[in-house]
C-alpha cells in the first residue's frame, strides 16, 4: 500500500503544563509591590455549587515577604490566573479550573498552604446579603449605601448577629494597621475612647498614597454606626436590629 508523501512528525510526549505569570516583574521583587489592581468578571451560576461555593476559584493569602516568583509558582500550580486583587494587599483571588466540589477545592487549598510564600489559602464563596442593617428609623439600608463595607464580608457578620446573645458585655478588639496624622480628627476620640495608637512602620508597605486621616477614616468606619446617608459605619450593637 503506498504511503503519503513526506516525514511524519517526531513524538514530543506529553504536553508541559502551561505557564500562568500572574504578576508581572522580576521573580525576586516583593509580590506587595507588583501585584495590581485586577477584578474580573464575576463567576456565572453555573460554576456555583446549592451552597454557594464558587467551584472554580480559590483563595491564597500570601506573606508579607512573599516574592513574584512564589506567586506565580502557586498560579502555574493550580493552573490560575488572578481573578480579583489590590494594590498594596497580598490576598489573591485565584481563576482555576472548575472542580468537582468542595472536597476538591479543599484538597487544592491544603497543598497550596505547603508552597513557599503562601501564609494560607480557603475556598471562595458568594456573598449572600440577607440580613441588611437598618437606618436611624427601622428602614433596611440598600447595598449600594454600604458598598465600602462589603468587600470586608460584613453582611456575614450581621447575618451571624443571633448567635451573639448577650453581645455587649463581650466587645471585640480589632487591629487596625493604617496611616494615622498626629491628631485625631474632631469628635474621633470621644466617639471611640478605646482606640489606642502604636507606631510601627512596614517597609514593605507602600502607605505615602494614603491621606495622612485614612487610618482614622477606617476606624470610623468599622466603630461607627449605621446611618441612612452615606457615610455610614459598620457598627450594629447585636441586639439593635
Given at each position: ?153 460584613f453582611p456575614a457578620a450581621w447575618n ?40 510601627d512602620p512596614d517597609p514593605l508597605l ?36
Open positions: 500500500m503506498a504511503g503519503c508523501g513526506g516525514s511524519s512528525p517526531t513524538p514530543t510526549g506529553p504536553a508541559a503544563p502551561p505557564v500562568h505569570p500572574s504578576v508581572a516583574g522580576s521573580s525576586t521583587t516583593p509580590a506587595i509591590r507588583a501585584i495590581l489592581n485586577v477584578k474580573l468578571p464575576p463567576v456565572t451560576s453555573a460554576d456555583i455549587n446549592a451552597d454557594g461555593l464558587l467551584l472554580n476559584r480559590i483563595n491564597v493569602f500570601f506573606a508579607l515577604t512573599a516574592t513574584v516568583g512564589e506567586v506565580n509558582e502557586v498560579a502555574n500550580a493550580i493552573n490560575g490566573t488572578i481573578a480579583y486583587s489590590r494594590l498594596n494587599s497580598t490576598m489573591v483571588e485565584f481563576a482555576i479550573p472548575r472542580q468537582s466540589g468542595q472536597a476538591a477545592l479543599l484538597t487544592m487549598a491544603a497543598q497550596v498552604e505547603q508552597r513557599s510564600g503562601v501564609a494560607s489559602a480557603s475556598t471562595s464563596w458568594t456573598e449572600q446579603i440577607q440580613e441588611l442593617p437598618r437606618d436611624n428609623v427601622g428602614g433596611l439600608l440598600n447595598a449600594d449605601d454600604f458598598q465600602q463595607l462589603l468587600a470586608a464580608r451571624a448577629r443571633a448567635l451573639l446573645a448577650g453581645c455587649e458585655a463581650r466587645p471585640v478588639t480589632i487591629l487596625v494597621t493604617d496611616k494615622f496624622a498626629s491628631l485625631a480628627p474632631a469628635g474621633f476620640v470621644s466617639g471611640i475612647p478605646a482606640a489606642n495608637f502604636l507606631e507602600d502607605l505615602a498614597i494614603e491621606p495622612e486621616n485614612h487610618g482614622f477614616l477606617v476606624t470610623a468606619a468599622m466603630a461607627g454606626a449605621h446611618v441612612g446617608s452615606l457615610p455610614t459605619g459598620a457598627h450594629q450593637r447585636c441586639a439593635a436590629y
